[in-house]
């Protein structure tokens, strides 16, 4: 079946460590998302790719890095600089980078930091 | 900045009762998309709205887009415990920018 895988689902993190959730898609889907969701809250934008081996930061991309070296794979990685990490991540992917089609979700990544 | 307001936050009816949730922005909007996040789940695309005053059904669930494609409500008939979860609008300004979330409504539903 197609569709967006993400790992691990669960994960736990000493403060000062930093970790990377994977992304991998068999869509063929040019476009790729990371959100941050708390609870309570919307879906916040950290970074998006819209093609290979280009990607841009979101309303909150400090403390992330990302990287889209295959069209496949969208890597979040969670760096110690990023002050409160405790969060569900979500990556997303859609047709074409622009805001005019669905997008599609993978069962997003836990992250605790303890 | 640009901020896409989702209006109940929570919202418990009765088995049988309408829903509605409401989203509003200051600005005007190129589309709207609408979300449902299932408890423990991640969010599944419902349907996206494009044209002005544009009204679309699935079933029970009736979306519309406001003449000014500044807001957009969803509404659900004769709610049922299938229908528990959060219900989330995104907004596009223009063909370029980014979608952006409202905070979502959570519905609950008791039996």
């Known amino acids: 079946d197609g569709g967006i895988t993400q790992s691990p689902k669960y994960l736990f993190r000493k403060e000062g460590q930093n970790v990377t959730l994977s992304c991998e898609q068999n869509l063929n889907h040019d476009a790729m998302y990371w959100y941050r969701q708390d609870p309570g809250q919307g879906l916040r934008l950290i970074y998006y790719?819209?093609?290979?081996?280009?990607?841009q930061k979101g309303d909150i991309a400090e403390g992330y890095s990302v990287s889209r070296e295959k069209k496949e794979s969208f890597p979040l990685t969670v760096t110690s600089a990023q002050k409160n990490p405790t969060a569900f991540y979500l990556c997303?992917?859609?047709?074409?980078?622009?805001?005019?089609?669905?997008?599609?979700f993978g069962e997003g990544s836990r992250l605790t930091v303890l | 900045g640009q901020q896409v307001m989702q209006i109940p936050q929570y919202q418990h009816v009765q088995e049988g009762e309408d829903f509605t949730t409401y989203c509003n922005s200051s600005?005007?909007?190129?589309?709207i998309q609408w979300y449902k996040q299932r408890p423990g789940g991640h969010p599944v695309f419902l349907i996206q709205l494009v044209k002005s005053g544009e009204v679309k059904k699935q079933k029970r669930l009736t979306f519309q887009f406001g003449e000014a494609k500044k807001n957009s409500s969803l509404h659900i008939t004769a709610t049922q415990t299938t229908d528990v979860g959060t219900y989330f609008c995104?907004?596009?300004?223009?063909?370029?920018?980014?979608?952006?979330f409202g905070k979502g409504t959570k519905l609950s539903v008791k039996p």
């Open positions: 997303a992917s859609s047709i074409q980078g622009s805001n005019t089609g669905e997008l599609f």
């Open positions: 995104a907004g596009a300004r223009g063909s370029q920018g980014n979608l952006i």
């Open positions: 790719s819209q093609i290979v081996n280009d990607f």
């Open positions: 600005t005007t909007l190129s589309n």
